[in-house]
């Protein structure tokens, strides 16, 4: 007890400095946190990605069109439960930073693959019963202040012209996990506008979503799909949702990895600071580990004083720094919604955090315990004075 | 006027001490040998250099002798490990430092209490304790503040409760009123000679002032390593 009583009073001792240990590393921790939920974010299409669905386009590229008579070859084959489809619309709303995902699916089937996304049953029937009709994730219409019923134009960019849509239901997650951001509207409405306007581009998708018996079947049913496209115009290469979502962040893999640099390097410079700190502490101490030397304690004690002053120091700014993370994690979602619309600080964040913490005090402490051990008495005394 | 014999607490037999600075060997006390008896208040005196405090850390166990033997009661205390040298100093030796040497962090009661944590005293028996070695210098009344809050003469009053509360079988004190006023010094002084007069203490005190060292009861020099064998009882 006296032990700790000690190294709580040693912690907070020289306040000024304390305080400004535990700031840099309470912002340190809340950049590590932000930056590692930036890599999460980036794969949080990957986790909500189902093991039961696959993903069909064209072997050369996601941008080349596959022809919708595939549908019903895709379904004959076996494992095959469902099959929907659908095209990247790319549209935007009013101008360009208001990105948001919008796709044209095929509603009936695309809404029964998947599950996560959660519309109340008046608003779905609505929205299937009406062509132009559209569904919004809530996040996405809360953000334009949409409400059911408003009209909503969308100025293409692949499909050029203005597209008006009416909003006939609002999806929610299942979870938070679920990206409340897409907009989505009917295949057919774009199938027949295109038809009038560019023929050529009519009755093609961007990709066909297949959910699939079990899980265990999708990779035979994705080689046996790519087998009957084999050798015609349009080859088909299919995947796991998962590894479809994969290929995507791939492309910037790059940023992913310098994030995860950062977010280190940060937690090496206050690992740097704090271990200043303590050598300094120590080094002001010498003379009051030597008197507890001199009384009789021992290297166990000496050991527990100075990891136990890095520990209170380390752990309260790594809870403040969690703490912060929480609002500004919120906030920083919020302002960047457009580019990761899932953006929840994890449990494996805070795990990391805390083992950030506490290897930051471990290695901080460790050399000035070695040195404060190792000391003679004598010499430890004569630095009283 | 020849003191009464009395059996030795302390014995040192034929002690050699140097310090080892990178490659060079710095002779610090040569072939020391004397007693200490039971109850003596021993002033250690010499020039600086002369190694007075070496050969009281040798005789505290915070250092390590090269050749020699020194028997603190029954133990010969060159033969022990540094676990148990610990072990040892925590039984039975009380400390008095120049600078007081107090734990900033801690009040007067917990610097009194600290070195009973080794003990298998509770709680309250600690507290108790303290409380008593803190009356015994007439502190009781400062028992709640910080070192940083009291006197160099009421720091060093605590220093010498801490040194006492585990009723050591010696005192070692290392220039105990070096950094006071005369005043200051005096009340010390006072206090550790009722200390050995009143409670039978015996005390090891290295100083280089000689009214310090008139209040002890036997006095020994060192001049640059070598003791002067003829010890001075003090007239008084």
């Keep these: ?385 | 006027m020849m003191t009464e014999q009395k059996k030795p607490i302390v014995e040192i037999k034929n002690l050699y001490k140097s310090y080892h600075r990178a490659s060079l060997v710095v002779p610090v006390l040569y072939d020391i040998t004397f007693d200490i008896a039971e109850g003596e208040f021993l002033a250690l005196m010499g020039p600086s250099g002369s190694g007075k405090t070496t050969l009281l850390n040798l005789i505290a166990g915070i250092d390590k002798v090269d050749e020699g033997t020194i028997h603190v009661g029954d133990v010969d205390i060159t033969t022990l490990s540094e676990t148990e040298l610990a072990a040892w100093r925590a039984n039975s030796v009380g400390f008095i430092f120049q600078f007081y040497n107090l734990i900033p962090v801690l009040k007067a009661v917990e610097n009194v209490e600290l070195p009973l944590h080794l003990t298998t005293l509770s709680k309250s028996k600690r507290r108790e304790h303290a409380e008593i070695a803190l009356a015994m210098v007439g502190l009781d009344h400062r028992m709640d503040h910080y070192p940083g809050e009291m006197s160099g003469g009421e720091q060093q009053r605590v220093a010498i409760a801490r040194a006492i509360v585990t009723d050591p079988t010696i005192l070692v004190a290392d220039e105990p009123t070096g950094d006071l006023d005369r005043a200051s010094a005096e009340e010390i002084l006072s206090m550790m000679e009722r200390l050995n007069r009143d409670m039978g203490k015996t005390i090891i005190m290295v100083t280089h002032d000689p009214r310090a060292a008139s209040r002890a009861s036997v006095m020994r020099h060192l001049d640059k390593g070598y003791l002067n064998h003829d010890a001075a009882q003090n007239p008084l």
């Excluded at chain 1, 010498?286 to 009789?296: S, V």
């Design chain 1, 1 to 385: 007890m006296m032990l700790l009583k000690i190294l709580f009073r040693n912690a907070f001792h020289n306040k000024l400095r304390s305080s400004l240990t535990i700031l840099g590393i309470a912002v340190a921790i809340l950049a590590f946190g932000l930056l590692r939920t930036v890599v999460s974010s980036f794969y949080a299409g990957v986790e909500a990605a189902s093991a039961s669905r696959l993903v069909t386009r064209n072997a050369i590229s996601i941008i080349f069109p596959l022809p919708i008579s595939y549908t019903e070859k895709i379904r004959q084959v076996e494992g095959v439960k469902m099959v929907s489809y659908g095209n990247w619309f790319g549209g935007i709303y009013i101008n360009e930073k208001n990105f948001f995902p919008n796709f044209c699916v095929e509603p009936r089937t695309y809404f029964a693959l998947y599950p996560e996304f959660v519309l109340e049953e008046r608003q779905k029937k609505e929205f299937l019963a009406d062509r132009k009709g559209a569904v919004a994730g809530q996040k996405l219409a809360a953000k334009f202040g949409w409400k059911i019923g408003d009209t909503i134009t969308l100025k293409g960019t692949i499909y050029p012209g203005n597209w008006d849509f009416v909003l006939r239901a609002i999806y929610t997650g299942r979870d938070n996990t679920v990206d409340q951001t897409q907009f989505f509207f009917h295949w057919t409405y774009l199938n027949e506008a295109v038809k009038k306007r560019a023929p050529v581009f009519a009755e093609q998708v961007g990709f066909y979503m297949v959910g699939v018996n079990r899980p265990d079947v999708a990779a035979d049913t994705a080689v046996m799909i790519d087998k009957t496209f084999k050798n015609s115009l349009a080859e088909t290469l299919t995947e796991t949702e998962k590894a479809f979502n994969l290929g995507f962040i791939a492309m910037s893999e790059a940023i992913v990895t310098a994030i995860q640099m950062v977010s280190f390097i940060v937690i090496f410079i206050i690992m740097a600071v704090v271990a200043n700190t303590m050598a300094m502490t120590t080094r002001e101490r010498t003379g009051d580990y030597a008197i507890m030397k001199t009384l009789g304690f021992g290297a166990k004690d000496i050991t527990i004083l100075i990891f136990g002053e890095a520990l209170v120091i380390t752990l309260t700014g790594g809870l403040i720094g969690i703490i912060l993370t929480f609002p500004a994690a919120r906030i920083f979602g919020q302002e960047l919604a457009t580019y990761f619309p899932v953006f929840l600080v994890s449990a494996q964040t805070i795990y990391m955090d805390v083992a950030a913490a506490l290897i930051i005090a471990f290695l901080a402490a460790i050399i000035p315990t070695r040195h404060a051990i190792r000391i003679r008495i004598a010499d430890g005394l004569r630095r009283i004075g």
